[in-house]
């Protein structure tokens, strides 16, 4: 499984990007997909997932009403619409894919696949 993330950059702090993952290669059924962002020296930390069938969505509470992850099965793809961006969101964003069901969504270290990463700096 391949994961391309997409749309990342630099925007004015209260803007708004549109990030985008497409998955290939897949043989299985995934279960859900998620965002999680990096800055250097700190932990990989969970930003927003969505179940791959049912499409119930899950977020951090700092991007709680301002960030909206959504699915497009047909075209395989994730994306994480955010608005009101805060310098604090500066970060690597990267997409991941899960293929078990039990263990709670927002753990990092459960996911399978993982895309590139893609930058987004937020200017004050």
């Known amino acids: 499984v391949q994961l391309q993330a997409f749309g990342g950059g630099t925007v004015q702090a209260g803007g708004s990007l549109r990030l985008s993952c497409a998955a290939s290669?897949?043989?299985?059924?995934?279960?859900?997909m998620g965002w999680f962002r990096q800055v250097p020296g700190r932990e990989r930390e969970f930003v927003a997932g969505?179940?791959?069938?049912?499409?119930?969505?899950y977020y951090a509470d700092s991007v709680k009403g301002r960030f909206a992850i959504s699915r497009d099965v047909a075209k395989n793809t994730v994306y994480l619409q955010m608005n009101s961006l805060k310098a604090e969101d500066t970060s690597v964003y990267y997409c991941?894919?899960?293929?078990?069901?039990?263990?709670?969504?927002?753990?990092?270290?459960?996911?399978?696949?993982w895309g590139q990463g893609t930058q987004v700096t937020v200017s004050s």
């Open positions: 991941a894919e899960r293929v078990s069901r039990t263990p709670p969504v927002p753990t990092p270290g459960t996911y399978n696949y």
């Open positions: 290669g897949r043989t299985f059924s995934t279960y859900v």
């Open positions: 969505i179940t791959w069938s049912a499409g119930r969505q």
